[in-house]
């Protein structure tokens, strides 16, 4: 069986299990305070070249997307994210549960735009409503779309000309940007929103995200909030060490996003060589392609893959693939098909 569920299906990258033996006859201090973290936040600092953001090391995409959004946020506040955004179809209601309301816009392959956002605004403003405060978007999209420079300029451009704040889910961030449709590179992302986040779970950590808070207003009391919200580790040495390893070079952040990409560049081109028809355009690690019920049950015999929705008499099947998809991976399967 070929595997293309997701892109957290392993343990993680050798460097990385390597690095944690390494370390295990260390004594290190607890929540962070370590000499790992210390060091990783340094490197993630160099790559952004940015010495005045401060990172928190978290456990995984949902306590990101938590923290990330609740901060800086009163009880009347709301967030703005497009209704296949992954904080209101996957995360069972965890922003609804800090007190915040997510107003959903419906959003042409998962992505918000400025007009999108002019738009959903115009709805607001009497007592009734909630005051929109932040916009969420991911980059990857949920159906792996990838933003452009000029888009997420927009987007910030909206969000400041309307007292708001932009934070950008980076579980696939990596992802993005080792795709051709980037026009930007790792070190513009600390000009194009107030906080995001540096996703490792899908990017061959073991577990964890680094959340970077660019924003001087959202930098106050927020490990207070980690630890009020349960999502500061104990053993935070252990997310050091990860993210110390994944930023050792200037480009081992994206080295194995850039490799999945390729592989799924491959994949992409294969199925519509053979005739099937992708859902959405290909752009990054994660495919979308059309098949019937009959074709389903066939692929379902050969390989592991996520059935994501229907369009029509359709199937909408997702394949994702990881720094450790190979290319005998992607021509066994297509070779099967």
């Known amino acids: 069986m070929y595997f293309f569920v997701n892109d957290y299906n392993d343990i993680g990258t050798d460097e990385i299990l390597d690095a944690l033996v390494a370390a295990k006859d260390e004594y290190n201090v607890g929540y ?14 160099k790559a952004l070249t940015n010495d005045n953001v401060d990172i928190h090391f978290v456990p995984g995409g949902t306590p990101a997307n938590v923290l990330g959004l609740a901060c800086g946020m009163r009880q009347e506040n709301s967030v703005l994210a497009p209704i296949s955004g992954h904080i209101e179809g996957h995360e069972a209601g965890s ?11 419906l959003a042409p392959n998962g992505k918000l735009s400025r007009a999108l956002l002019e738009e ?12 929109p405060k932040k916009v969420y978007i991911s980059n990857t999209t949920e159906l792996g779309e990838v933003y452009t420079k000029k888009e997420l300029e927009d987007i910030y451009d909206f969000c400041k000309s309307n007292d708001m704040y932009l934070f950008i889910d980076g579980a696939r961030l990596a992802h993005a ?27 061959g950590l073991m577990l964890g995200e680094a959340i970077v808070i660019v924003n001087e207003d959202l930098k106050k009391n927020f490990i207070n909030l980690q630890k009020q919200k349960g999502y500061i580790l104990a053993k935070s040495f252990a997310l050091g060490i990860m993210f110390e390893t994944l930023f ?19 994949l992409a081109e294969g199925f519509e060589a053979k005739g099937y028809e992708l859902a959405y ?10 098949i019937d019920d009959e074709t389903l049950t066939k692929w379902e015999n ?17 394949f994702v693939t990881t720094y450790r998809t190979s290319t005998s991976d992607i021509d066994g399967f ?3 098909i």
């Not at 940007?177 to 995001?196: M, P, Q, R, V």
């Not at 080295?255 to 491959?266: D, F, I, L, Q």
């Open 95 to 105: 922003i609804e549960a800090t007190g915040i309301k997510i107003e959903t816009i």
């Open 302 to 318: 050969l390989a592991a893959f996520e059935i994501s929705g229907r369009d029509n008499d359709m199937n909408i099947v997702r």
């Open 334 to 336: 297509l070779a099967a």
């Open 248 to 266: 050792k070079d200037s480009d081992s952040y994206t080295k194995g996003a850039r490799h999945a990409y390729e592989m799924a560049k491959k």
């Open 177 to 203: 940007l080792a795709s051709e449709k980037a026009d930007y590179d790792l070190t513009d992302i600390c000009n194009l929103c107030d906080i995001f986040y540096l996703g490792g779970t899908k990017n």
């Open 32 to 45: 962070g305070f370590d000499n790992h973290s210390n060091r990783a936040r340094t490197l993630i600092k």
């Open 120 to 131: 959903k605004i115009s709805q607001f403003g009497p007592e009734y409503t909630t005051v």
């Open 281 to 290: 355009p290909f752009e990054s690690n994660q495919v979308f392609v059309k």
